[in-house]
């Protein structure tokens, strides 16, 4: 009986956590990359959530968990929109934030 009540707190600690990671990844599937660029503001506010220089809002909390495996892994598993959104922002950052770009990389790539 202590068994199944520890695996159904398991499973339910699992589909939170799953769930969790969806709703990351949808905001990158739903989000409209170009206007998020064009936001100079906006940018800077996740460039300062991305290196812990300031606050984080949920969407800043989300990139914050998907960095690792865009960086790491070619964003493994990511629908093909979710693909060419990162690689827009990726390339975006790259040309005009270079040095926040290297701090990023610094923080999250590994090997």
């Not at 629908?79 to 990726?90: A, C, H, L």
């Amino acid at each position: 009986m202590k068994s199944t009540v520890v695996i159904l707190i398991v499973l339910a600690v699992l589909a939170a956590v799953a769930s969790a990671q969806q709703t990351s990844w949808e905001t990158l599937e739903t989000m409209d990359v170009d206007n998020v660029l064009k936001n100079t503001k906006l940018v800077k506010r996740y460039l300062d959530c991305l290196l812990d220089r300031g606050r984080c809002e949920k969407n800043g909390k989300d990139w914050k968990g998907m960095l690792p495996r865009i960086l790491n892994e070619g964003c493994s598993g990511c629908t093909p929109k979710q693909v060419e959104k990162s690689d827009q922002i990726v390339n975006f950052m790259k040309a005009n934030h270079s040095e926040d770009w290297a701090a990023i990389e610094a923080k999250y790539k590994t090997g």
